[in-house]
C-alpha cells in the first residue's frame, strides 16, 4: 500500500472503535517507518516539516499493541514490541546491550554502542550512538554525528504537530548533554559537554561586542559550551543556565576533528 493512501487511512482512524483495516494500516505504516521508507519530520527545501500522520501511526501502534514478554538470550524484557532484528542485513553495528527499537531506522555505517534508539527516530550513515547515549522517540539525528557518551536525545512524540529534535549532518554533541523539546543543532556544530538544551534556554552569541540571542537552534558550525548567566528572583539575584556561542568551527576543519580539539582552539577544555 502506497504511502499516501496509508496517510489517509490514518487520518480517519477511530483509535478507541479499530477495525481490523485499521490495524493493519497502523502496522503497514510501522513497517514502513522501520525501514526508513517514511520518516516523522524530512528536510524540504532547506525547511523541517513534521509529518503528523506518522506520529500519529506511532501513538495508534502503542494503543494496538498488547504487552508481552521478550526474551533475549537469557535476559527477558517485558514490552509492547520488540526490538529490531536485522541489524546484519541493515549493515549497523549494535554493541550489547545496546538496542535500537522496532519503528526506528539506521542507515547503513551506523554504530550503536551500550544505548537506545526509540521508535520513530531516524539515524544517518557514519553516525556514533555512543555508550549509554539515548536517542529519543522521533529524533532526527543526520549523517557523521557523533552523540558522546552519556548524551540525552529527547523524545517528542506528542502532540503530533510538535518538532522532533533535530541533529543535522557533521555535528558532535559532548558527553552527557541534554538536549530536548524539539531543539534544532544545526550542520558541523559542536556541543561542548553538559550542556543542557531546551527551548526555552537561552543561546547566547558572545563572539561580538554585542551578544545575539537565540532560543531552540544552535546555528551551524557553531562552537558551544555550559554558561550561567544572572536572573533577579524576588530572594534576591541568582546565576540561571545558559548555553554560550565562542565560536564558529572553521570549514578547513576536519569534519572528525575531536570534541576537545575544536574547544581547544578557543582557549576551553572540557
Known amino acids: 500500500m502506497k504511502s499516501e493512501k496509508i496517510k489517509e487511512k490514518i487520518e480517519n482512524i477511530d483509535i478507541n472503535n479499530p477495525s481490523?483495516?485499521?490495524?493493519?494500516?497502523?502496522?503497514?505504516?510501522?513497517?514502513?517507518?522501520?525501514?526508513?521508507?517514511?520518516?516523522?519530520?524530512?528536510?524540504?527545501n532547506d525547511e523541517w516539516v513534521v509529518?503528523?500522520?506518522?506520529?500519529n501511526a506511532i501513538l495508534h501502534y502503542f494503543v494496538i499493541k498488547k504487552i508481552k514478554n521478550i526474551e533475549s538470550g537469557e535476559i527477558q524484557y517485558f514490552d509492547k514490541f520488540d526490538p529490531k532484528k536485522n541489524y546484519e542485513e541493515l549493515n549497523i553495528r549494535v554493541v550489547p546491550p545496546g538496542a535500537v527499537r522496532y519503528g526506528a531506522f539506521c542507515e547503513p555505517g551506523v554504530v550503536i554502542m551500550p544505548g537506545f534508539v526509540n521508535i520513530g527516530a531516524y539515524v544517518g550513515s557514519g553516525t556514533m550512538v555512543d555508550t549509554w547515549a539515548t536517542v529519543g522517540s522521533?529524533?532526527?539525528?543526520?549523517?557523521?554525528?557523533?552523540?558522546?557518551?552519556?548524551?540525552?536525545?529527547?523524545?517528542?512524540?506528542?502532540?503530533?504537530?510538535?518538532?522532533?529534535?533535530?541533529?543535522?549532518?557533521?555535528?558532535?554533541i559532548g558527553s552527557r548533554c541534554i538536549i530536548v523539546e524539539g531543539v534544532k543543532v544545526e550542520?558541523?556544530?559542536?556541543?561542548?559537554?553538559?550542556?543542557?538544551?531546551?527551548?526555552?534556554?537561552?543561546?547566547?552569541?558572545?563572539?561580538?561586542?554585542?551578544?545575539?540571542?537565540?532560543?531552540?537552534?544552535?546555528?551551524?558550525?557553531?562552537?558551544?559550551?555550559?554558561?550561567?548567566?544572572?536572573?533577579?528572583?524576588?530572594?534576591?539575584e541568582y546565576q540561571t543556565p545558559c548555553a554560550l556561542i565562542i565560536g564558529k568551527r572553521k570549514e578547513s576543519t576536519d569534519k572528525k576533528t575531536s570534541l576537545n580539539e575544536a574547544l581547544r582552539t578557543y582557549g576551553v577544555d572540557v
Open 20 to 44: 481490523k483495516e485499521d490495524v493493519d494500516v497502523i502496522e503497514e505504516a510501522i513497517k514502513l517507518l522501520d525501514a526508513g521508507l517514511i520518516r516523522v519530520a524530512e528536510l524540504i
Open 187 to 236: 550542520k558541523g556544530a559542536v556541543i561542548g559537554a553538559n550542556v543542557t538544551l531546551t527551548a526555552s534556554t537561552p543561546i547566547i552569541d558572545v563572539t561580538n561586542e554585542t551578544p545575539k540571542e537565540y532560543k531552540g537552534v544552535i546555528p551551524s558550525n557553531s562552537v558551544v559550551i555550559p554558561g550561567t548567566r544572572p536572573k533577579e528572583f524576588p530572594s534576591g
Open 138 to 172: 522521533c529524533a532526527q539525528i543526520g549523517k557523521d554525528v557523533h552523540l558522546s557518551g552519556g548524551v540525552g536525545i529527547g523524545g517528542v512524540l506528542e502532540p503530533p504537530s510538535a518538532m522532533p529534535v533535530i541533529i543535522e549532518d557533521g555535528a558532535f
Open 51 to 55: 509529518n503528523e500522520w506518522v506520529k
